[in-house]
């Protein structure tokens, strides 16, 4: 299969690339950027003037819901929204049921992702059985079987004896582990950022402290591993000056932060609205403003989805009772054009610095030869056009969880065709 992607605008971060060029794909690898190989003779020809061409976007926290949660969405529903938003690899938390503890449960679904020959599926194995924070997973045996790194997902563990172990064990093998940083006690049964609107609303709150209580304690034991170390979704500017700090210290720590933080705060809780039910939770303008700059700086490595589908039975409740979570794949390209419009000066720069935290960014966090298109590479592409507005609409989503916060909300870049392996995957039909 050859395919020519012509006239479009290539923007590679990882190549320092942008620049009006064609790429030529042969076999499911990038054969040539910018002057056809020889005796090329496209079977397909996708001709992208006025748009951008991309590498695929690299999303590291996709929960797919399967095995276990079927009813809230299936791995055909979700790889098939991966698609609709230029995802073509991500990375998905051990959070299902049963947990991601055993090597067969996670080669089963590795196979049923590679099955549906969609985007690339790369799990998280848990990092203690049954999330429950107690024994240790065989890293080793989840590793073979094809997990990417370990973590506890919204489960934390409570002995700080079990994460040092953990930590000692993942640095021998050369294990990255990932870590959402939040106190066990502080904030238990929170369910929005710790202020004045909170108390105002009668809300149990979350504070900061819970977050920058955890960070030092992970940073203590990194000090004393050397483990590598992913901080997954920031929510605070306290949070981040110390993460600043132990990048400066030079500790082999990364971090992301979910999309919906980038442009939100807890002042979007509105009057309840239960798509607004985040964890972490939306914190204030200061900590937004914090995570917009930090994501510019390069403090935060990478923008992720977050996405977590939540049906109807669980969303459409009292915002106390209302399962956290919002669906994310098709809005991570749009929020990350946004945040680059509103925050970087250079239009070209902050659409460059965009794509680089949800590409090559993103894939160097969790070790994947993803984000980048170098000539012998996996032909995987996002093709999209910056500049059409499109309206965030239930029925304008894949996903088969349907709720955000950004429902109503008129949103910039739209992705046209989504290539991978060298494949046409998905490709939207405009009048």
Known sequence: MKLHIKNGRLIDPANQIDALQDVFIIDGKIAAIGQAPADFNADQTIDAAGLIVAPGLVDLSVRLREPGYEYKATLESELQAALAGGVTSLVCPPDTDPVLDEPGLVEMLVHRARSLNQSHVYPLGALT????????????????????????AESTIEDTTVLLRALQYAQTFGYTVWLRPQDPHLGKGGIAHSGPLASRLGLAGVPVMSETIALQTIFELVRATGARVHLCRISSAEGLQLIRAAKAEGLPVSCDV??????????????????????????????????????????????????????????????????????????????????AEETVDDRAHGLSAAIARITCDAARVAGLRAGQLSVGSAADLCVFDADVRWLVQSSALQSQGKHTPFLGYELQGQVRHTIVAGRTAFSRHTS
């Open 129 to 152: 059985m049954g999330l429950k924070g107690r024994e240790l997973t065989e890293m080793a045996e989840l590793t073979e079987a094809g997990c990417v790194g370990f973590a506890q």
């Open 258 to 339: 979910g999309a919906h933080h980038l442009h939100l705060t807890d002042a979007d809780i509105g009057f309840f609205d239960s798509n607004a039910r985040m964890t972490p939770p939306l914190r204030s303008q200061r900590d937004r403003d914090a995570i917009r700059q930090a994501v510019a700086d390069g403090t935060v490595d990478a923008i992720c989805s977050d996405h977590t589908p939540v049906d109807d039975d669980e969303k459409l409740l009292p915002f106390g009772e209302a399962s956290p979570g919002a669906t994310g794949l098709e809005l991570l390209l749009s929020l990350a054009l946004k945040w």
